[in-house]
């Protein structure tokens, strides 16, 4: 089974930064490509940003100059690096990944569990 666990959310002023990380473990021959969505109740799910697996990077314009998404191939673990954050940047953030199970060679997408980020005025 593989498995990807979000850490790092919490509460934060506006103006303030939050990291979060996603690790990935399981039964996994390779991880290919990362990423991070969103959504707010009443909302859909929305791309943040996407890495991969040689370190190239796509971000929502939302947050293309504040945001940082990297990966530790190493870890098969992603990060999100958020920087002056906004109100608006309140949701449930969602690890996701593109990735080959061991069990089968097929690409499979996984997801996280969520975790929530909340930004105060």
């Known amino acids: 089974q593989v498995q990807l666990v979000e850490s790092g959310g919490g509460l934060v002023q506006a103006g303030g930064s939050l990291r979060l990380s996603c690790a990935a473990s399981?039964?996994?021959?390779?991880?290919?490509?990362m990423g991070w969505y969103r959504q707010a109740p009443g909302k859909q799910r929305e791309l943040v940003a996407t890495i991969s697996k040689s370190g190239n990077t796509n971000y929502a314009d939302s947050v293309k100059g504040r945001f940082t998404i990297s990966r530790d191939n190493a870890k098969n673990t992603v990060y999100l690096q958020m920087n002056s954050l906004k109100p608006e940047d309140t949701s449930v953030y969602y690890c996701n990944a593109v990735l080959i199970p061991l069990t089968r060679p097929i690409e499979s997408r996984v997801w996280g569990q969520g975790t929530q980020v909340t930004v105060s005025s």
């Open positions: 399981g039964s996994i021959f390779s991880i290919n490509a």
